[in-house]
């Protein structure tokens, strides 16, 4: 089973400029989540999709950032515009919903994100 | 917001020693999670305890909560090389499936 895709590994941009993150997750799992990693600390959640539909974003810093997950699938998170504080590893994951509610979630490798 | 804090932000042991990493949090919870990250790479799930368990194994880890304390402990038994890793605890409430993470330790395990 392939596991969660995710392009670019890395991605260097200048401040104020705008950079977009895409994710592929798992076949058939109909979860999808957007995370920030601020080097030293744990994963933050920014968004959760249950198909094409936001379940959470209460910590997505919607001035600035944006996601979309067109047809369930695939997913974009964008930044615009960029600042030095979003430097960050940036993980998708995604799980399967069925009747067992502790399924775990599968993360990408993640995008590693500099703002200079 | 971090649920949880971890202790202790960093370990460092000998091979074949055990190596034992905490965990506590301040909600209530469904479940709580240990997932591992090497270094560069996406975080791996390791093993999940249920809030109406105590104590659970899997390999050569073992897991503890303690709900009233609001706390877990990870154990890993008779470490290698390859557990050099960070470790996370991470905790779920509710129905969404969301996680809450802790802030990590970062373990290694010298040859």
């Known amino acids: 089973e392939a596991g969660v895709a995710q392009s670019p590994r890395y991605k260097i941009i200048e401040k104020r400029q705008s950079v977009a993150f895409w994710c592929n997750p798992i076949?058939?799992?109909?979860?999808l989540y957007w995370y920030q990693q601020i080097l030293g600390q744990g994963p933050k959640l920014l968004i959760q999709f249950q198909n094409n539909g936001v379940v959470d974003d209460s910590q997505l810093p919607k001035d600035r950032f944006s996601a979309e997950r067109l047809k369930g699938v695939d997913s974009t998170l964008k930044i615009q515009p960029a600042k030095l504080e979003d430097s960050a590893v940036y993980l998708c994951?995604?799980?399967?919903?069925?009747?067992?509610?502790?399924?775990?979630?599968?993360f990408g490798p993640g995008t590693r994100l500099t703002v200079l | 917001s971090q649920q949880g804090e971890e202790d202790p932000q960093a370990l460092s042991i000998q091979e074949g020693e055990n190596a034992t990493m905490n965990c506590s949090y301040k909600?209530?919870?469904?479940?709580l999670q240990w997932y591992r990250q090497n270094s560069g790479r996406g975080l791996v799930h390791l093993i999940l305890?249920?809030?109406?368990?105590r104590e659970k194994h899997s390999g050569r880890l073992r897991v503890t909560l303690d709900t009233s304390k609001k706390s877990s402990s990870l154990l890993i038994t008779a470490s290698r090389a390859a557990d050099t890793a960070s470790y996370f605890c991470?905790?779920?409430?509710?129905?969404?499936?969301?996680?809450?993470f802790g802030q990590g330790t970062t373990l290694q395990v010298k040859p």
């Open positions: 991470a905790t779920r409430s509710g129905n969404t499936g969301k996680l809450i």
């Open positions: 076949s058939g799992h109909a979860t």
């Open positions: 909600t209530s919870i469904n479940n």
């Open positions: 305890i249920r809030s109406n368990e």
């Open positions: 994951a995604s799980r399967s919903v069925g009747t067992d509610s502790y399924n775990e979630q599968f």
